[in-house]
C-alpha cells in the first residue's frame, strides 16, 4: 500500500474539516500519516475524528512568519518527510506549504507527487501591511518554484494563483451531506422552540472574520438574537448585548446551534472556500455574505443567498429574508441543491484521487 503524508498548520476550522473528510476516504487506498500543530481551535481529543489506521506526528510549527522558528521547522519537517520516505505529500496552508515544498525539495523528493492546498491565500489578508503581504506573495512564488502541484479550493482563489505560476488546478471545498444529515436525525428539533429570530455565524473571532461588523449588524436588531458559535481572541469586539458566543464546541454541538439559527451571516474580509458556508447552505439557512473571495464564488443574488458590501446591505438583506417567506423558501432550496450538485463531498474525494494516482504509478 502507498503512503501518503499530509503536513497541516493550521489545525482547525475548516481546514480540519477538509482534512478529515479527505483522509478518512482515502484509508482503503494509502498508508496515511499526518504531521500536524496545534492551534487553540484544534478540537480537543480530535483524533477520534480520523480513522484509527490514521497516524500522526505533532510538530510547533509558527503560523506567522519567524525565521528561526520556521527554520527549526524546516529542519524537523526534513527528517521526518526523510524517515517515513511516503509516496505522495499533501500540504495545507501557506506555512506548511511553504517550508513542505522547501523540505521535500531538499530531500530529493519527486515535487511531481507534492501537493499543496492554501486554504485561503495568506498575501490577501487584510489584517497584514503591505509589506508583510507582499512577503507573503513572494513566498508563495518562490514555493511555486521549487515544484508540486497547488490546489485552489474555489474559482477566485484559482484565478489569483495563476497569476505567479501556471502549476494549479482547483478542486472546490465540499462537505459531507451523509453526515450532516445522521446529526440531524439524532437532534430532535423541537427541543428548540425560540422566542427570538435568530442570526448567526460559525468560525474563530478573528480579524479575518470581521467581529467589528457583526456587533453592528446585532446592534441594528436589538430585539433579535445574534450567535456567534465558536471564540477567539477579538471577542471583545462582540459587545451588543444581544450576542452569544457560544465558546469553541463539538461538531455534533455546532450543528445543533446552526440548525437554531433563522439566517446565517458571514462577515469575512477574506476566505478560501468557507465549509461552514456550505454547511449553513445545506441546512436550509438563508446566508447573507461578505464579498469577497470564495464567498461570491458560491453565492449569488437572489439565486442561492446574498452578498453584501457594506452593514446597510447586511441589515436590507436581513429585513428581506425574514418578510419575504416566498422568495426565502425559492433562495434556501436553490442553495440546497447547489450543495448537492456542485459540493459533495464525494465529487471532491474523486478528483483528489485522480491526481494522486497520475504521478504516483
Known amino acids: 500500500m502507498k503512503k501518503m503524508m499530509h503536513i497541516v498548520e493550521a489545525s482547525g ?18 498508508e496515511i500519516i499526518i504531521v500536524y500543530s496545534e492551534r487553540k481551535e484544534t478540537p480537543k481529543n480530535f483524533i477520534k475524528d480520523f480513522d484509527e489506521k490514521i497516524k500522526f506526528i505533532n510538530i510547533e510549527m509558527k503560523r506567522s512568519i519567524n525565521p528561526f522558528k520556521n527554520i ?48 485561503g491565500l495568506a498575501f490577501l489578508q487584510k489584517n497584514e501591511n503591505y509589506i508583510k503581504r507582499l512577503l507573503f506573495y513572494w513566498l508563495e512564488k518562490i514555493g511555486s518554484k521549487f ?20 502549476n494549479v488546478i482547483r478542486i472546490n471545498n465540499a462537505i459531507n451531506t451523509e453526515k450532516i444529515d445522521r446529526i440531524i436525525d439524532k ?4 427541543n428548540y422552540k425560540k422566542t427570538k429570530i435568530k442570526i448567526g455565524t460559525i468560525g474563530r473571532i478573528s480579524y479575518q472574520k470581521n467581529p467589528k461588523l457583526f456587533n453592528e449588524i446585532a446592534e441594528n436588531f436589538l430585539d433579535y438574537e445574534f450567535i456567534w458559535i465558536g471564540d477567539g481572541e477579538l471577542k471583545n469586539e462582540l459587545k ?14 455546532v450543528i445543533k446551534e446552526l440548525l437554531d439559527l433563522d439566517i446565517f451571516i458571514m462577515t469575512s474580509l477574506w476566505e ?49 429574508f425574514l418578510q419575504n417567506e416566498k422568495m426565502r423558501y425559492k433562495i434556501v432550496n436553490s442553495a440546497v441543491e447547489d450543495i448537492i450538485t456542485n459540493y459533495s463531498i464525494d465529487n471532491m474525494t ?12
Not at 517515513?84 to 511531481?112: E, Q, T, W
Not at 485552489?152 to 484559482?158: F, I, N, P, V
Not at 437532534?187 to 423541537?190: D, G, M, Q, S, T
Not at 452569544?244 to 455534533?252: D, S, Y
Open 147 to 166: 515544484g508540486g502541484t497547488i490546489v485552489a479550493c474555489s474559482e477566485g482563489e484559482y484565478e489569483e494563483i495563476k497569476k505567479f505560476t501556471v
Open 240 to 253: 451588543s448585548k444581544n450576542i452569544k458566543i457560544t465558546g469553541w464546541l463539538n461538531r455534533e454541538e
Open 72 to 119: 527549526k521547522s524546516l529542519i524537523k519537517l526534513k527528517r521526518i518527510i526523510k524517515e517515513k520516505n511516503p509516496d505522495i505529500v499533501h500540504l495545507h496552508s501557506s506555512i506548511a506549504g511553504f517550508l513542505g515544498r522547501l523540505a521535500c525539495y531538499f530531500n530529493g523528493f519527486d515535487m511531481k507527487k507534492v501537493y499543496y492546498n492554501p486554504h
Open 187 to 190: 437532534i430532535n428539533v423541537e
Open 350 to 361: 474523486w478528483l483528489y484521487k485522480n491526481i494522486y494516482k497520475k504521478y504516483s504509478n
Open 272 to 320: 478560501g472556500m468557507p465549509i461552514a458556508l456550505l454547511e449553513a447552505m445545506y441546512a436550509k439557512k438563508p446566508v447573507i455574505v461578505s464579498d469577497v473571495i470564495g464567498n461570491h464564488d458560491v453565492i449569488k443574488n437572489f439565486k442561492n443567498g446574498f452578498v453584501a458590501k457594506n452593514s446597510s446591505d447586511y441589515i436590507r438583506y436581513i429585513k428581506l
Open 13 to 30: 476550522g475548516g481546514v480540519y474539516s477538509f482534512l478529515t473528510e479527505l483522509c478518512n476516504s482515502l484509508t482503503d487506498e494509502y
